[in-house]
């Protein structure tokens, strides 16, 4: 007999996207008009197209695949030094922060990261998660057998849900029982907030105390317009000590349907075996990562260390300003529509109140009948996040200012 894992089973059917996509089916099906004027601002995925900077060197990496002279097989799993190397110097030297290329692994993305690392760490962590969440994070706990049932709001027993709200900006309170790993994201998909020097310097020293690891996914540092709000933990002092850091090229960059991202692993962080003796994570990721893992494409590296240029610079700062105005001016007509604004400054998510006794699956179906505008209702993100509904930046500028009049015209 095959036996399976059963934690499968624990997953909740109706997970947000697949519900979505049901409910908009319908609408399309049953509106075709209405259907013809359909904007989704729904699912995170970018729609600018790739810097040219990445496409001419992925083409120069094509060629070289061509020839025999400079073709390419296997290459290192951890990823190749030259994209190590730009991300050591660019991203964390170049700002003072203390990352050797040899405690950065390239990947094909930080979703699997995020799932991945969990083979690293015994059974037994209490794990906190904040809610809303990125729903990943919490499937990837389950599936793993972190976690047991689901109750009927969809809460996992033996997770710590840390509530996110208007009242702490978003950015959770140190919990009152003790957790082993943290998952936390900032700027933070959905809430688009970001977290202060001060919050994350709490968390580092809660870590370092508590012996604790966090799991800080950065995935939109460079939404970031606030010089004063930390890009990465590792700005944080003690954080080398106490956190992982997830990284990825898909929204800062587009390449969401390239894929490549990084996690950075410090080598001085350590976590512990059942006596409590302290262990080095970085081996552990290094041979997971070179066992189940055989290396991004090196046509796709390539790519990614064309970011580092100038002229990829430039580009993604262009990128950056792009969705960042389309998120100014979402702001702007929530606001004038009389609705509560959070996020949307210092990250391409705007996360909005639904009017009172609105619930955010009702504020769904409203924009989706009257508006005919896709967002994501927050209660699919977690119990905290009813009450709220998330509009992406990622779109078209004509898209937005279409959206924005037609979020004033709401009644
Ligand atoms: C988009 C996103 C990522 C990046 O995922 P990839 O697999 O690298 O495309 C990571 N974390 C969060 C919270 C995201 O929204």
């Known amino acids: 007999m095959a036996y399976i894992n059963e934690n499968y089973l624990k997953l909740k059917a109706g997970y947000l996207f697949p519900e979505i996509?049901?409910?908009v089916k319908v609408f399309n099906e049953s509106n075709p008009e209405g259907a013809k004027r359909l904007i989704r601002c729904g699912i995170g995925d970018?729609?600018?197209?790739?810097?040219e900077a990445v496409r001419y060197a992925m083409h120069d990496a094509v060629d070289e695949q061509g020839v025999p002279e400079t073709f390419k097989g296997y290459g290192p799993e951890q990823g190749y030094d030259f994209l190590r190397n730009a991300i050591a110097d660019h991203d964390f030297k170049a700002r003072g922060l203390n990352v050797e290329p040899d405690e950065i692994f390239i990947s094909d993305g930080s979703k699997c990261d995020t799932g991945n690392i969990l083979d690293i760490f015994g059974a037994g962590n209490k794990i906190a998660i904040t809610d809303p969440v990125y729903p990943v994070y919490v499937d990837t706990n389950v599936m793993i057998g972190n976690t047991g049932d689901a109750n009927e709001n969809g809460?996992?027993?033996?997770?710590?849900?840390?509530?996110c709200n208007a009242e702490n900006g978003f950015v959770p309170e140190i919990p009152a029982e003790p957790v082993d790993l943290i998952y936390l994201c900032y700027p933070n998909n959905p809430t688009g907030a970001t977290a202060t020097r001060a919050q994350l310097e709490a968390w580092v020293a809660y870590a370092l105390k508590n012996k604790a690891i966090l799991l800080y996914d950065a995935a939109y540092e460079a939404f970031i317009q606030d010089p004063a709000i930390p890009r990465s933990i590792y700005?944080?002092?003690g954080a080398r000590d106490c956190a992982i850091e997830?990284?990825?090229?898909?929204?800062n960059g587009g390449f969401t349907g390239v894929r490549c991202a990084f996690i950075v692993i410090p080598k001085t962080l350590m976590g512990r075996k059942k006596d409590g003796t302290p262990q080095a994570i970085h081996p552990l990721w290094s041979r997971r990562h070179s066992t189940k893992f055989n290396g991004a494409s090196y046509i796709v590296q390539?790519?990614?260390a064309a970011l580092y240029t100038d002229e990829g610079k430039s580009q993604v700062r262009a990128l950056i300003e792009h969705y960042m105005g389309n998120a100014a001016l979402l702001v702007q007509a929530c606001k004038e529509a009389g609705l509560s604004v959070f996020g949307g400054i210092n990250a391409p998510y705007v996360w909005v109140g639904c009017p009172t006794g609105v619930t955010s699956?009702?504020?769904f179906d409203k924009m989706l009948n009257e508006a005919n505008v896709v967002i994501t209702p927050g209660a699919g993100f977690g119990s905290a996040g009813e009450g709220y509904f998330r509009i992406s930046a990622f779109n078209t500028r004509a898209n937005v200012e279409e959206v924005c009049r037609r979020i004033k015209a709401l009644q």
């Open 21 to 23: 996509a049901r409910r």
């Open 361 to 363: 699956w009702q504020m």
């Open 246 to 251: 997830f990284r990825s090229f898909s929204k």
């Open 235 to 237: 700005e944080i002092e």
């Open 46 to 51: 970018v729609t600018e197209p790739l810097p």
């Open 302 to 304: 390539r790519g990614a």
């Open 155 to 163: 809460a996992y027993e033996g997770l710590v849900y840390l509530k």
